[in-house]
């Protein structure tokens, strides 16, 4: 299995590299205009970087091409100090479950059909990260108290469930896969003012208790300045660093 310590001694501590990253938007029937153009980041291993930016300005697309979701234009992508395109197909199938995103809208993470602990079971189950019923009811377990939900709530469906509790459950749900990366898409536009503030607080814990590198996007720029330890602008496809923003 690839680790990230395999990575080079320059890149031994960085998670994720983007290098020159390009990539144009166009809608049917109108011209193309450049989105991300020559971009470049990089994220440590238990670091926390925040875009912000206007609707439109490529924050959720530049997610997805770290994440190997939307293929660039132009750039090149590392994960764990490795460039992803030279990575064997055996390499790519061990890291990819480990580059995990939570979504704006939880509900996307859970089938409306299945119960969370069904979902949950079944995530396990396919990347074989189980040895069995007990070590699959260890880890839900786990999971449940990692993100603060009552047990029971596993055993409820998705519609049962406020969004809230489904967001910290979404969490949970990419935790399982023990990720290097997360990335955190609006994952509190959609929660009343005192649960985003406990949503945020679990995202800052579990990045610095597993060491996880994560890419929180948001508009609001509050919270970026007090989750992340850097934050950058996306404007006109480059980021610029908001210095004032960061955090020790």
């Known amino acids: 299995m690839f680790e990230p310590a395999q990575a080079t001694a320059r890149d031994k501590r960085t998670c994720i590299v983007a290098e020159n990253i390009s990539k144009t938007f166009s809608r049917r029937g109108s011209h193309t205009k450049p989105l991300l153009q020559g971009l470049d980041l990089r994220i440590a291993f238990g670091e926390i970087v925040g875009i912000t930016g206007a609707s439109g300005s490529g924050k959720t697309t530049l997610g997805d091409i770290l994440l190997g979701l939307v293929r660039p234009e132009g750039g090149r992508i590392q994960w764990a100090g490795r460039d992803r ?42 990347h074989g990260l189980t040895r069995g019923p007990s070590d699959t009811e260890r880890r839900l377990r786990r999971a449940a108290r990692e993100v603060m939900v009552p047990e029971d709530l596993l055993d409820r469906s998705p519609g049962r469930l406020s969004g809230g509790e489904i967001q910290r459950l979404a969490l949970a749900r990419a935790l ?19 649960v985003q503030a406990l949503v945020a607080r679990l995202i800052m814990r579990v990045a610095g208790e597993r060491n996880m590198a994560v890419l929180f996007i948001s508009h609001d720029a509050e919270l970026l300045k007090v989750v992340c330890h850097r934050v950058f602008a996306l404007e006109k496809g480059k980021l610029h660093a908001r210095t004032a923003w960061r955090r020790t």
């Open 85 to 126: 395109t030279s990575l064997t197909r055996a390499e790519l199938r061990d890291l990819r479950p480990k580059y995990q995103k939570i979504y704006q809208d939880p509900f996307r993470s859970f089938p409306p059909w299945l119960t969370i602990r069904e979902t949950l079971t079944d995530v396990l189950a396919y």
């Open 176 to 194: 399982l896969l023990e990720p290097f990366f997360l990335v955190a898409d609006e994952p509190t536009s959609r929660l009343d003012p005192s």
